[in-house]
Protein backbone atom coordinates (compact mmCIF):
# COMPACT_ATOMS: atom_id res chain seq x y z
CA UNK A 1 0.00 0.00 0.00
CA UNK A 2 1.00 3.70 -0.63
CA UNK A 3 1.49 4.75 2.88
CA UNK A 4 3.50 1.35 3.60
CA UNK A 5 5.78 1.82 1.25
CA UNK A 6 6.53 5.94 1.91
CA UNK A 7 7.05 4.34 5.29
CA UNK A 8 9.65 1.74 4.07
CA UNK A 9 11.21 4.03 1.90
CA UNK A 10 12.06 6.41 4.69
CA UNK A 11 12.41 4.62 7.64
CA UNK A 12 14.97 1.66 5.78
CA UNK A 13 15.02 2.38 2.16
CA UNK A 14 16.40 6.13 2.36
CA UNK A 15 18.61 5.44 5.00
CA UNK A 16 20.54 2.36 2.98
CA UNK A 17 21.04 4.65 -0.07
CA UNK A 18 22.65 7.29 2.10
CA UNK A 19 25.00 5.07 3.83
CA UNK A 20 25.96 3.60 0.25
CA UNK A 21 26.43 7.05 -1.27
CA UNK A 22 24.74 8.12 -4.47
CA UNK A 23 28.29 7.00 -6.49
CA UNK A 24 28.38 3.53 -4.67
CA UNK A 25 24.56 3.11 -5.00
CA UNK A 26 25.12 2.77 -8.71
CA UNK A 27 28.02 0.78 -8.89
CA UNK A 28 27.31 -1.35 -5.63
CA UNK A 29 24.25 -1.80 -5.06
CA UNK A 30 23.47 -5.13 -8.09
CA UNK A 31 26.45 -6.79 -6.26
CA UNK A 32 25.48 -6.38 -2.92
CA UNK A 33 21.59 -7.69 -3.48
CA UNK A 34 23.50 -10.85 -5.70
CA UNK A 35 25.53 -11.27 -2.25
CA UNK A 36 23.23 -10.63 -0.32
CA UNK A 37 20.57 -13.32 -1.72
CA UNK A 38 23.84 -16.26 -2.01
CA UNK A 39 23.75 -15.81 1.53
CA UNK A 40 20.39 -16.27 2.24
CA UNK A 41 19.94 -18.85 -0.20
CA UNK A 42 22.88 -20.44 -1.06
CA UNK A 43 22.42 -19.93 -4.38
CA UNK A 44 24.30 -18.02 -6.86
CA UNK A 45 21.66 -15.61 -8.75
CA UNK A 46 22.79 -15.14 -12.55
CA UNK A 47 24.07 -11.61 -12.44
CA UNK A 48 21.69 -10.42 -15.13
CA UNK A 49 18.56 -12.04 -13.42
CA UNK A 50 19.27 -10.45 -10.13
CA UNK A 51 16.02 -8.89 -9.33
CA UNK A 52 14.25 -12.24 -10.94
CA UNK A 53 15.86 -13.83 -8.57
CA UNK A 54 14.67 -11.34 -5.47
CA UNK A 55 11.13 -11.24 -6.32
CA UNK A 56 10.90 -15.49 -6.41
CA UNK A 57 13.19 -15.03 -3.18
CA UNK A 58 10.48 -12.30 -1.73
CA UNK A 59 7.59 -14.77 -2.85
CA UNK A 60 8.53 -17.13 -0.91
CA UNK A 61 9.12 -15.46 2.63
CA UNK A 62 6.57 -15.56 5.48
CA UNK A 63 7.09 -12.70 6.75
CA UNK A 64 5.95 -9.32 6.31
CA UNK A 65 7.71 -6.74 3.49
CA UNK A 66 8.43 -4.94 6.67
CA UNK A 67 10.71 -7.46 7.62
CA UNK A 68 12.16 -8.09 4.46
CA UNK A 69 13.27 -4.40 4.17
CA UNK A 70 14.73 -4.07 7.63
CA UNK A 71 16.33 -7.20 6.67
CA UNK A 72 17.73 -5.59 3.64
CA UNK A 73 18.62 -2.32 5.45
CA UNK A 74 20.85 -4.52 7.58
CA UNK A 75 22.47 -6.50 5.60
CA UNK A 76 23.32 -3.10 3.52
CA UNK A 77 25.15 -1.91 6.76
CA UNK A 78 27.72 -5.15 6.97
CA UNK A 79 28.37 -4.52 3.40
CA UNK A 80 28.79 -0.71 3.32
CA UNK A 81 31.93 -1.70 6.38
CA UNK A 82 33.26 -4.54 3.99
CA UNK A 83 33.04 -3.29 0.62
CA UNK A 84 32.99 0.61 1.09
CA UNK A 85 35.34 1.13 3.99
CA UNK A 86 32.47 2.55 6.91
CA UNK A 87 33.77 -0.41 9.55
CA UNK A 88 34.49 1.62 12.98
CA UNK A 89 36.54 -0.70 14.66
CA UNK A 90 40.18 -0.10 13.20
CA UNK A 91 41.87 -3.71 12.88
CA UNK A 92 38.42 -4.61 11.25
CA UNK A 93 38.46 -1.92 9.34
CA UNK A 94 42.22 -2.59 7.86
CA UNK A 95 41.35 -5.86 7.49
CA UNK A 96 38.36 -5.25 5.01
CA UNK A 97 40.72 -2.78 3.18
CA UNK A 98 43.33 -5.64 2.73
CA UNK A 99 40.27 -7.98 1.02
CA UNK A 100 39.70 -5.33 -1.20
CA UNK A 101 42.74 -4.71 -2.53
CA UNK A 102 42.97 -8.41 -2.73
CA UNK A 103 39.62 -8.45 -4.45
CA UNK A 104 37.95 -11.44 -2.57
CA UNK A 105 34.49 -10.28 -2.99
CA UNK A 106 33.51 -13.70 -4.05
CA UNK A 107 33.61 -14.58 0.26
CA UNK A 108 31.47 -11.49 0.97
CA UNK A 109 28.21 -13.58 1.15
CA UNK A 110 29.77 -15.72 3.74
CA UNK A 111 30.87 -12.57 5.32
CA UNK A 112 27.82 -10.76 5.94
CA UNK A 113 26.13 -14.11 7.25
CA UNK A 114 29.71 -13.77 9.78
CA UNK A 115 29.21 -10.03 10.49
CA UNK A 116 25.49 -10.45 10.96
CA UNK A 117 26.02 -12.98 13.88
CA UNK A 118 28.78 -10.34 14.97
CA UNK A 119 25.24 -8.08 15.31
CA UNK A 120 23.95 -10.76 16.69
CA UNK A 121 26.08 -11.21 19.60
CA UNK A 122 27.07 -14.11 18.89
CA UNK A 123 30.68 -13.19 17.72
CA UNK A 124 33.36 -10.89 19.38
CA UNK A 125 35.04 -8.61 17.18
CA UNK A 126 38.46 -10.26 17.45
CA UNK A 127 36.64 -13.79 16.33
CA UNK A 128 35.63 -11.93 13.26
CA UNK A 129 38.75 -10.47 12.54
CA UNK A 130 40.33 -13.79 12.97
CA UNK A 131 37.55 -15.22 10.39
CA UNK A 132 38.38 -12.51 8.02
CA UNK A 133 42.26 -12.98 7.74
CA UNK A 134 41.32 -16.43 7.52
CA UNK A 135 39.23 -16.10 4.13
CA UNK A 136 42.33 -13.80 3.32
CA UNK A 137 44.93 -16.68 3.62
CA UNK A 138 42.63 -18.61 2.23
CA UNK A 139 42.34 -16.87 -0.78
CA UNK A 140 45.82 -15.55 -1.35
CA UNK A 141 47.71 -19.04 -0.41
CA UNK A 142 45.31 -20.53 -3.46
CA UNK A 143 46.30 -17.65 -5.80
CA UNK A 144 49.91 -18.01 -5.19
CA UNK A 145 49.79 -21.76 -5.05
CA UNK A 146 47.85 -21.26 -8.87
CA UNK A 147 44.80 -22.96 -7.52
CA UNK A 148 41.77 -22.73 -10.61
CA UNK A 149 39.39 -19.90 -8.81
CA UNK A 150 36.56 -21.36 -9.97
CA UNK A 151 35.53 -23.18 -7.31
CA UNK A 152 35.72 -20.32 -4.79
CA UNK A 153 32.07 -18.73 -5.36
CA UNK A 154 30.50 -22.30 -4.28
CA UNK A 155 32.64 -22.66 -1.48
CA UNK A 156 31.80 -19.61 0.14
CA UNK A 157 28.14 -19.51 -0.61
CA UNK A 158 27.70 -22.92 1.15
CA UNK A 159 30.36 -22.33 3.80
CA UNK A 160 27.83 -21.05 6.49
CA UNK A 161 25.96 -23.78 6.28
CA UNK A 162 29.03 -25.93 7.49
CA UNK A 163 29.23 -23.65 10.40
CA UNK A 164 27.98 -24.30 13.62
CA UNK A 165 27.00 -20.93 15.42
CA UNK A 166 27.78 -22.09 18.85
CA UNK A 167 31.52 -21.93 18.13
CA UNK A 168 32.00 -20.49 14.75
CA UNK A 169 35.80 -19.46 14.67
CA UNK A 170 36.31 -23.12 15.06
CA UNK A 171 33.95 -24.39 12.58
CA UNK A 172 35.29 -21.62 10.33
CA UNK A 173 38.77 -23.34 11.08
CA UNK A 174 37.55 -27.04 10.59
CA UNK A 175 35.21 -26.10 7.40
CA UNK A 176 38.39 -24.94 5.58
CA UNK A 177 40.90 -27.18 6.93
CA UNK A 178 38.36 -30.22 5.67
CA UNK A 179 37.98 -28.91 2.17
CA UNK A 180 38.14 -31.69 -0.72
CA UNK A 181 42.10 -31.05 -3.03
CA UNK A 182 40.67 -29.14 -5.86
CA UNK A 183 39.15 -26.69 -2.75
CA UNK A 184 42.57 -27.14 -0.13
CA UNK A 185 43.79 -24.32 1.73
CA UNK A 186 47.58 -24.68 0.98
CA UNK A 187 49.64 -26.03 3.60
CA UNK A 188 52.42 -23.81 4.64
CA UNK A 189 55.06 -26.04 2.72
CA UNK A 190 53.31 -25.51 -0.81
CA UNK A 191 52.33 -22.01 0.11
CA UNK A 192 56.28 -21.28 1.27
CA UNK A 193 57.97 -23.18 -1.76
CA UNK A 194 55.45 -21.66 -4.53
CA UNK A 195 55.69 -17.73 -2.92
CA UNK A 196 59.08 -18.29 -3.92
CA UNK A 197 59.37 -19.21 -7.48
CA UNK A 198 56.12 -17.06 -8.65
CA UNK A 199 55.90 -13.35 -10.59
CA UNK A 200 54.90 -11.64 -7.98
CA UNK A 201 56.05 -8.32 -9.60
CA UNK A 202 53.17 -9.18 -12.28
CA UNK A 203 50.88 -11.13 -9.71
CA UNK A 204 47.18 -9.36 -9.40
CA UNK A 205 47.33 -6.40 -6.56
CA UNK A 206 51.31 -6.43 -6.50
CA UNK A 207 51.31 -3.38 -3.88
CA UNK A 208 49.16 -5.73 -1.58
CA UNK A 209 51.24 -8.77 -0.58
CA UNK A 210 54.25 -6.24 -0.25
CA UNK A 211 52.35 -4.12 2.29
CA UNK A 212 50.91 -6.63 3.91
CA UNK A 213 54.66 -8.35 4.74
CA UNK A 214 55.94 -5.04 5.58
CA UNK A 215 53.00 -4.06 7.91
CA UNK A 216 52.58 -7.18 9.89
CA UNK A 217 55.25 -6.53 12.77
CA UNK A 218 54.78 -2.67 12.75
CA UNK A 219 52.29 -0.34 14.86
CA UNK A 220 52.46 2.59 12.16
CA UNK A 221 51.26 1.67 8.33
CA UNK A 222 53.85 1.99 5.63
CA UNK A 223 51.83 3.45 2.82
CA UNK A 224 53.67 5.50 0.61
CA UNK A 225 56.03 3.43 -1.19
CA UNK A 226 56.66 2.44 -4.25
CA UNK A 227 58.57 -1.32 -5.56
CA UNK A 228 62.01 -1.73 -6.20
CA UNK A 229 63.95 -4.38 -8.12
CA UNK A 230 67.09 -4.95 -6.07
CA UNK A 231 68.55 -6.76 -9.34
CA UNK A 232 67.30 -4.33 -12.47
CA UNK A 233 64.72 -5.13 -14.82
CA UNK A 234 67.01 -3.53 -17.32
CA UNK A 235 67.61 -6.72 -19.81
CA UNK A 236 70.85 -4.66 -20.94
CA UNK A 237 72.57 -4.98 -17.61
CA UNK A 238 75.76 -2.87 -16.78
CA UNK A 239 78.81 -4.97 -16.65
CA UNK A 240 78.82 -4.29 -12.90
CA UNK A 241 75.83 -5.98 -12.69
CA UNK A 242 76.73 -9.07 -14.70
CA UNK A 243 80.13 -9.27 -13.11
CA UNK A 244 78.54 -9.51 -10.08
CA UNK A 245 75.88 -12.10 -10.77
CA UNK A 246 78.40 -14.18 -12.69
CA UNK A 247 78.79 -16.39 -15.47
CA UNK A 248 75.40 -17.76 -15.31
CA UNK A 249 73.69 -13.90 -15.62
CA UNK A 250 71.55 -14.44 -17.84
CA UNK A 251 69.42 -17.27 -16.57
CA UNK A 252 69.48 -15.98 -12.74
CA UNK A 253 67.92 -12.54 -14.28
CA UNK A 254 65.01 -14.28 -16.33
CA UNK A 255 64.55 -16.60 -13.32
CA UNK A 256 64.41 -14.76 -10.11
CA UNK A 257 63.81 -11.22 -11.31
CA UNK A 258 60.22 -10.77 -10.58
CA UNK A 259 60.41 -13.39 -7.66
CA UNK A 260 59.92 -12.96 -3.59
CA UNK A 261 63.62 -12.59 -2.55
CA UNK A 262 64.15 -9.27 -5.49
CA UNK A 263 61.17 -6.81 -4.47
CA UNK A 264 61.06 -4.56 -1.98
CA UNK A 265 59.40 -1.56 -1.35
CA UNK A 266 61.38 1.90 -1.18
CA UNK A 267 60.71 6.09 -1.66
CA UNK A 268 63.98 6.46 -3.65
CA UNK A 269 63.07 4.22 -7.27
CA UNK A 270 64.32 7.02 -9.81
CA UNK A 271 67.17 7.43 -7.49
CA UNK A 272 68.17 3.74 -7.21
CA UNK A 273 67.81 3.48 -10.88
CA UNK A 274 69.76 0.48 -12.26
CA UNK A 275 73.00 1.24 -9.91
CA UNK A 276 75.30 -1.21 -8.98
CA UNK A 277 73.75 -2.99 -5.37
CA UNK A 278 76.95 -1.30 -3.54
CA UNK A 279 76.26 1.72 -4.62
CA UNK A 280 71.95 0.99 -3.64
CA UNK A 281 73.05 -0.10 0.16
CA UNK A 282 75.58 2.78 0.25
CA UNK A 283 74.01 5.97 -1.03
CA UNK A 284 72.09 8.28 0.88
CA UNK A 285 68.28 6.80 1.94
CA UNK A 286 70.21 3.45 0.52
CA UNK A 287 69.24 -0.26 1.61
CA UNK A 288 71.72 0.41 4.29
CA UNK A 289 69.62 3.32 5.62
CA UNK A 290 66.70 2.24 4.86
CA UNK A 291 63.89 1.49 8.11
CA UNK A 292 61.82 -0.95 6.13
CA UNK A 293 61.17 -4.19 7.23
CA UNK A 294 61.70 -5.49 4.12
CA UNK A 295 65.03 -3.92 3.71
CA UNK A 296 66.75 -5.65 6.88
CA UNK A 297 69.79 -7.55 5.75
CA UNK A 298 70.30 -5.64 2.71
CA UNK A 299 72.57 -3.21 4.32
CA UNK A 300 75.13 -6.20 5.54
CA UNK A 301 75.01 -7.88 2.30
CA UNK A 302 78.11 -7.74 0.81
CA UNK A 303 76.89 -8.43 -3.17
CA UNK A 304 73.72 -9.40 -4.39
CA UNK A 305 74.02 -12.49 -6.71
CA UNK A 306 71.32 -15.84 -6.87
CA UNK A 307 72.74 -16.97 -3.24
CA UNK A 308 71.43 -14.01 -2.15
CA UNK A 309 68.00 -13.53 -3.43
CA UNK A 310 67.38 -17.39 -2.57
CA UNK A 311 68.48 -16.13 1.06
CA UNK A 312 66.44 -13.60 1.48
CA UNK A 313 63.23 -15.00 -0.27
CA UNK A 314 63.66 -17.95 2.75
CA UNK A 315 63.06 -15.29 4.81
CA UNK A 316 60.40 -13.36 3.38
CA UNK A 317 58.76 -17.16 2.95
CA UNK A 318 58.68 -17.91 6.69
CA UNK A 319 57.75 -14.80 7.24
CA UNK A 320 54.59 -14.99 4.63
CA UNK A 321 53.35 -18.20 6.71
CA UNK A 322 52.99 -16.04 9.51
CA UNK A 323 51.64 -13.16 8.06
CA UNK A 324 48.66 -15.58 6.02
CA UNK A 325 48.58 -17.88 8.07
CA UNK A 326 46.65 -21.67 7.78
CA UNK A 327 43.85 -22.88 10.45
CA UNK A 328 45.35 -25.32 13.09
CA UNK A 329 43.21 -27.65 14.70
CA UNK A 330 43.74 -31.01 16.58
CA UNK A 331 43.14 -34.25 15.01
CA UNK A 332 40.21 -35.06 17.42
CA UNK A 333 38.48 -31.70 17.28
CA UNK A 334 38.17 -32.30 13.21
CA UNK A 335 37.02 -35.54 13.75
CA UNK A 336 33.72 -34.13 16.11
Request: one cysteine or more.
Amino acid sequence: EPKLQTELYKTYWRPMERAFGQAAYVVHFDAFMRHYLTAKTGEIPNVREVYVAFKTFARGLKGDTRDLVADIHAYASYYCAMALGTEADAPLKQAFHDLRELKVDVAYPFLLDVYHDYKQGRLVSEEVLRIVRLVESYVFRRAICAIPTNSLNKTFAGLSRALKKDRSLESVQAALLLLPSYRRFPKDEEFQREIKLRDLYNFRSRSYWLRRLENDKRRERVEEFTIEHIMPQNENLSAKWREELGSDWQRIHKELLHTLGNLTLTRYNSRYSDRPFAEKRDIEDGFKHSPLYLNIGLGQCEKWDEAAIRARADRLADLAVQVWQAPALPEEVLAV
